[in-house]
């Protein structure tokens, strides 16, 4: 059966998270709430050791929470699923396999036959723009086609919800432009659903419908903005005269919170 059409695909309500270690006590969440709608791209931003990736894992179910409810499509998110792909800073592929196999894994393990496989992998590869490095292992790739080759994998697991933890933050500059653009274009054909964590404020606004701004510890939403950026977007979006508006407004709110008075009651000694 269906959804209904006016349920969030997630909906995230006043989510807690405290780790315990050691004798020490960290309020990494508190009280975060929000709803994504299906087919949104939403950015987060934050100070460090806000509690973004927290959060991310939180809702790919591999943290739990300590308090709260996380919904997806109406159901309580028990853990992992095929549903919410993952992407990291490090682009985790396996290295002792080709780029073909490791974009053609989801398929086996769905079990394709493996020329099928291969050719669904390598319409992918052709996606992310890595046709020509099939036959290339891991390593004989830069960052930036590692991650592309990451995408690619992910994309084949058929995801409801791409989850992205800086995905893009160890690259250099111009790699990093490029592949927002990349991402960009890619998303805006696919309808999928993006939670996109990034420290750099004009990535966020360029990728994102919506960016959401977390305060420093214990992690809360301290902004909810739309990007009323037109769509689709490129290389002339990024000199929008907006642009410098909404990074005006983000750093403004992240400064303060990144301060040295921020940290409210994070990594308090409770012995
Ligand atoms: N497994 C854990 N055990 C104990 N504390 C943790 C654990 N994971 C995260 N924390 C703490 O929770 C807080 C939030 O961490 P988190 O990594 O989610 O922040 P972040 O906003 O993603 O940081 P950054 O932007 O620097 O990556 C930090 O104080 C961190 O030290």
Redesign the pocket.
């Known amino acids: 059966m269906d959804p209904p059409a006016d349920q969030p695909q997630l909906r995230v309500a006043s989510l807690g998270k405290t ?1 315990s ?1 050691n004798r020490k006590t ?1 309020h ?1 969440l508190q009280d975060v709430s929000f709803d994504v709608p299906r087919g949104q791209f939403l950015s987060i931003l ?1 100070p ?7 959060l991310l894992h939180i809702i790919g179910g591999f943290e739990q929470a300590s308090s709260g409810s996380l919904l997806l499509d109406g159901r309580p998110v028990a853990g992992p699923g095929r549903d919410r792909g993952m992407m990291f800073q490090q682009a985790t592929l396996f290295p002792w396999k080709t780029i073909e196999s490791n974009v053609a894994w989801p398929f086996i393990v769905d079990g394709h036959k493996r020329g099928e496989a291969r050719e669904r992998a390598h319409e992918l590869l052709a996606t992310v723009g890595l046709s020509g490095f099939e036959r290339s292992y891991p390593a004989e790739l830069s960052g930036g086609m590692r991650q592309r080759a990451a995408l690619a994998r992910t994309l084949g697991l058929s995801p409801d919800i791409l989850l992205m933890d800086e995905p893009f933050g160890a690259l250099d500059a111009q790699t990093r432009e490029l592949m927002q653009e990349e991402l960009t274009r890619i998303w805006e054909h696919s309808g999928l659903t993006v939670i996109f964590i990034t ?1 750099d404020i004009d990535e966020a606004v360029f990728l994102g419908d919506r960016v959401l701004v977390m305060g420093a ?1 214990p ?1 809360r939403i301290i902004a909810d903005v739309d990007v009323e950026l037109g769509r689709p977007r490129g290389t002339t979006t990024k000199k929008d005269p907006q642009m410098a508006e909404y990074h005006s407004h983000f750093w403004e709110l992240i400064r303060q919170e990144a301060g040295p008075q921020a940290d409210r009651n ?2 308090s000694d409770r012995s």
Do not use: E, I
């Not at 460090?48 to 927290?54: H, P, Q, R, V, W």
């Open positions: 780790f270690r960290v990494a934050g460090s050791g806000c509690g973004k990736s927290t420290h510890r992690g994070g990594g």
